[in-house]
C-alpha cells in the first residue's frame, strides 16, 4: 500500500505526487493520461516565470520533475471506483480499469475535466487553429480579429465581455430564446459597443480554409433561416465536465456541477482524501492555479499522516 496515492497525472497531480515525495512518504500517480489537458495545448503563455511554453513540452517537463523522486508512476490507469477507508487511518482502494486495485492511506483526486463540445463539423479540425475554450488562455491571440463565443449561460457572457476587450467583434451565439447569464452581466455586455447577441441560434457548422477558421453557420431555429458569419476565432463555452463519473457512489461529496467539494486545504468531506485541480470546485481552472492546488493538497496529505496513525 501507498502512504499517498495520487489519481491523475496533470499539473495538479504532478504537483502533489512532488510534494508527498519530498515529504518521504511512499508515493503513486495512477493517470489515464499522464500530463492531462496540457497535450491538448498548444501555446501557454500565462503560466508565470515562462512567457512561452506549449503542452506537451510542459506535460515532458513535469514527467521528468515527477521522475526525479521515487513516485511509482502508472500510467495508462483508469481508476473505475473508489472505496473509501472503513475507519478513520485506515486503507483507501481504488480500483483500476483492468481489474487491478490500490490501497493507500491519503488519496489525491486530481483527475481533472474535459471542456464540453459543440459536436458540430469543423469544430475537432479546427481546434487550436481558431477553435478555442479558454478565454484566458487565447484571447489575446484573437487582437483586433472577429470572434464569436458560442454559449450565453454566465461563462460564454463572462467570455464575451472580456474578449470584447481585446479583440475587434464579438458575436454572442446562445441556443436558447434567452440568454441565462446574471443580469448584471447581461447588461454589461449590452452596453458595450462592438458585441452583437444572437438567441435561439444554433451553430451548425464551423468553416476554415484548411488552415485556419474562417467563419460559421447559424440557424435560426424559429424560422430555420441559417446565416453565415465570417470570423477569425470561435469560443466555445457551454460547460467544463468533471472527471467524476468514477465517484458517483463512493460517499464522496459533489457539487450540483458534479465537482468535488474541498475546502480550502484541498479537505474533502471524506477523511484522508483530497482533491485538488480542475476537477474541484476551486474556482478558475488554469495551470497555475491546479500547481498551486496540488501542491495544497500534497501538503493537507502530510498534515493529515502526520496526524492519524495507521489502523
Ligand atoms: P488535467 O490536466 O485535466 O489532468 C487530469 C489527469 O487525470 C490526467 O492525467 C487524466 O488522464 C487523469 N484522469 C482523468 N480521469 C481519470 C481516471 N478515471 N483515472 C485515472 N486518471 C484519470 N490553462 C492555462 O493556465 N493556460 C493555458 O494556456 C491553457 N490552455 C488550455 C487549452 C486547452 C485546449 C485546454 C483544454 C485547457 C487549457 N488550459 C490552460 C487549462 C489547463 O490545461 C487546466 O486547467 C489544467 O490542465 C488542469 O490540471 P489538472 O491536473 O487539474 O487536470
Redesign the pocket.
Known amino acids: 500500500a501507498f502512504e499517498v496515492l495520487v489519481?491523475?497525472?496533470?499539473?495538479?497531480?504532478?504537483a502533489a505526487a512532488i510534494y508527498t515525495a519530498r515529504k518521504g512518504f511512499t508515493t503513486g500517480i495512477?493517470?489515464?493520461?499522464?500530463?492531462?489537458?496540457?497535450h491538448?495545448?498548444l501555446?501557454?503563455?500565462?503560466?508565470p516565470g515562462t512567457a512561452y511554453t506549449e503542452?506537451p513540452k510542459l506535460a515532458g517537463e513535469l514527467a521528468g520533475h515527477v521522475g526525479q523522486y521515487d513516485i511509482d508512476v502508472m500510467n495508462l490507469?483508469?481508476?473505475?471506483r473508489l472505496v473509501p477507508a472503513a475507519q478513520d487511518g485506515g486503507l483507501h482502494t481504488v480500483e483500476l480499469g483492468n481489474g487491478a486495485s490500490l490501497k493507500a492511506r491519503s488519496l489525491i483526486l486530481?483527475?481533472?475535466?474535459?471542456?464540453r463540445n459543440l459536436g458540430v463539423p469543423g469544430e475537432a479540425e479546427y481546434?487550436?487553429k481558431g477553435v478555442?475554450?479558454?478565454p484566458?488562455?487565447?484571447g489575446p491571440l484573437f487582437k483586433g480579429k472577429r470572434i464569436a463565443v458560442i454559449g450565453g449561460g454566465n461563462s460564454g457572457v463572462e467570455a464575451a465581455i472580456d474578449l470584447a476587450k481585446i479583440v475587434g467583434h464579438v458575436t454572442l451565439i446562445e441556443y436558447d430564446d434567452h440568454l441565462r447569464a446574471d443580469a448584471v452581466l447581461q447588461a454589461k455586455l449590452q452596453s458595450m459597443g462592438n458585441v452583437e447577441i444572437i438567441t435561439s441560434g444554433q451553430t451548425t457548422q464551423i468553416s476554415g480554409d484548411g488552415d485556419r477558421v474562417d467563419g460559421l453557420v447559424v440557424k435560426d431555429r424559429a424560422s430555420g433561416e441559417e446565416r453565415r458569419i465570417a470570423l477569425e476565432g470561435v469560443f466555445i463555452q457551454i460547460g467544463l465536465v468533471p472527471?467524476t463519473e468514477?465517484l458517483a457512489d463512493s460517499g464522496l461529496e459533489l457539487s450540483p456541477h458534479g465537482e468535488i467539494v474541498t475546502d480550502s486545504e484541498g479537505r474533502t468531506n471524506l477523511p484522508g482524501i483530497l482533491g485538488?485541480?480542475?476537477?474541484t470546485t476551486v474556482p478558475y481552472?488554469?495551470?497555475?492555479?491546479?500547481m498551486g492546488?496540488?501542491s495544497k493538497a500534497g501538503l493537507s496529505a502530510f498534515d493529515y499522516l502526520i496526524r492519524n496513525e495507521a489502523t
Open positions: 489519481i491523475g497525472g496533470g499539473p495538479a497531480g504532478a495512477a493517470a489515464e493520461r499522464f500530463g492531462g489537458q496540457l491538448d495545448t501555446g501557454i503563455e500565462n503560466l503542452g490507469a483508469k481508476a473505475v486530481a483527475t481533472g475535466a474535459r471542456w481546434r487550436n478555442a475554450y479558454c484566458h488562455c487565447d472527471n468514477w485538488a485541480g480542475d476537477v481552472k488554469q495551470i497555475v492555479v491546479a492546488d496540488g
